[in-house]
């Protein structure tokens, strides 16, 4: 039984910031790939951002340069440093892996993970 649980998730004004966090239960699952999701009300799930085990990241355009996703393989953590968020950011965000190969251009596709959190809540006011 592999876990995810994220954390970090909570209300700010725009411009500010937050860190998500997103835990693994498991100390001998190693995925191949992990990513941050986001889904708004009435909107369908968006891949923001992933990073694989050689440490190759993928971006949305919606969230680069403001967004930057980091592991911490000691810990198995995946973190999503948010800055300079935006009222249009507010969704519900989770994580995801999965241990198998997935390509540059699949690092962002929902279809390619195996393993979700429940997300956490992230509020941006105007």
């Known amino acids: 039984q592999i876990d995810l649980v994220e954390s970090g998730g909570g209300s700010v004004q725009a411009g500010g910031s937050l860190r998500l966090s997103c835990t693994i239960s498991s100390d001998t699952y190693s995925p191949f790939c992990m990513a941050w999701f986001r889904q708004g009300p009435d909107k369908e799930r968006e891949g923001i951002a992933s990073?694989?085990?050689?440490?190759?990241?993928n971006y949305a355009e919606s969230v680069q340069g403001r967004f930057t996703i980091s592991k911490d393989n000691a810990k198995n953590t995946l973190h999503l440093q948010m800055n300079g968020l935006l009222p249009e950011d507010s969704a519900m965000y989770y994580c995801?892996?999965?241990?198998?190969?997935?390509?540059?251009?699949?690092?962002?596709?929902?279809?390619?993970?195996?393993?979700w959190g429940r997300g956490t809540q992230v509020s941006v006011s105007s």
């Open positions: 990073i694989r085990r050689d440490d190759t990241t």
């Open positions: 995801a892996a999965d241990s198998g190969l997935i390509l540059d251009i699949a690092m962002l596709a929902s279809e390619m993970y195996a393993y």
